[in-house]
């Protein structure tokens, strides 16, 4: 399973690990050992490999190890799966690993949310799985490349959300871009047609300033229905992702 979950997230650290495999151990210091326990078998076996530097600096010891497939185990889940090829590792840069365990963390949030309110994680996909191809209005051919996919039930409705991970290290034009693409697959209608709404489009951010700053330039964009998009630090996030009562898109507005 572990295997599984490092393909699917690319990079998880030990505590994300921990989280995801161990949460039911009685305390969090036993779960520890036995994740460290494991991780440490499997990398014996040259299934895993830990990233040289770490990530971040607030934790430390072996909880701080930020682990990725190795080729060998890449191999052995393609083996099972009877699939062909092989993909080479290498190690990532700071910023693809900052952001990577950033999507990873709060995927990892959702599974914990639904855990504690008894909610169904119908799905949650990672890239690239839940992008999205479609045809843009030139006719030309386009791709939505959100962080993650979620849909979210309880026993009487379902919350659906694009998710996008914001480390407040990219320029504001830059997200207002990826907003427009969300809006070209909006007018695109296709997940309109296949699933019968549109999901709410959820930026997770670091910091109360950092959401304020953004919800006033998605505002202030004459292109971007603001309704469309939420921005707020991962536990308001987790808010917006719970199910509740499904409604329809919001209506268009013209530029």
């Not at 909610?119 to 791709?143: H, K, Q």
């Amino acid at each position: 399973m572990i295997l599984c979950d490092l393909e699917e997230f690319r990079l998880l650290s030990t505590r994300q690990i921990q989280r995801l495999r161990f949460e039911q151990h009685i305390s969090i210091s036993s779960a520890t050992r036995t994740t460290v326990r494991v991780l440490g078998r499997l990398e014996a076996h040259e299934l895993i490999v830990r990233l040289k530097r770490r990530v971040g600096g607030a934790v430390r010891g072996s909880a701080a190890n930020v682990w990725q497939l190795s080729s060998t185990g890449e191999r052995v889940l393609r083996r099972l799966r009877g699939e062909p090829g092989r993909r080479r590792y290498i190690e990532p840069s700071p910023n693809f690993a900052a952001h990577t365990l950033a999507v990873a963390d709060f995927a990892i949030d959702v599974y914990e949310l639904a855990r504690r309110a008894s909610l169904d994680v119908l799905e949650l996909e990672t890239e690239p799985d839940c992008w999205r191809p479609f045809t843009g209005a030139s006719g030309s051919r386009e791709w939505l490349k959100p962080d993650l996919f979620a849909v979210v039930a309880d026993a009487e409705s379902e919350s659906h959300s694009f998710i996008e991970t914001d480390l407040a290290s990219e320029h504001v034009p830059k997200i207002l871009r990826k907003c427009d693409a969300y809006m070209r697959y909006y007018r695109a209608g296709v997940e309109q047609v296949g699933r019968g709404l549109f999901p709410a489009v959820v930026w997770v951010v670091p910091s109360e300033e950092r959401a304020t700053q953004l919800r006033s330039a998605i505002r202030g964009h004459p292109g971007l229905l603001p309704d469309l998009f939420h921005v707020h630090v991962p536990a308001d996030a987790l808010r917006v992702i719970a199910p509740e009562p499904t409604t329809n898109p919001p209506e268009r507005r013209d530029p």
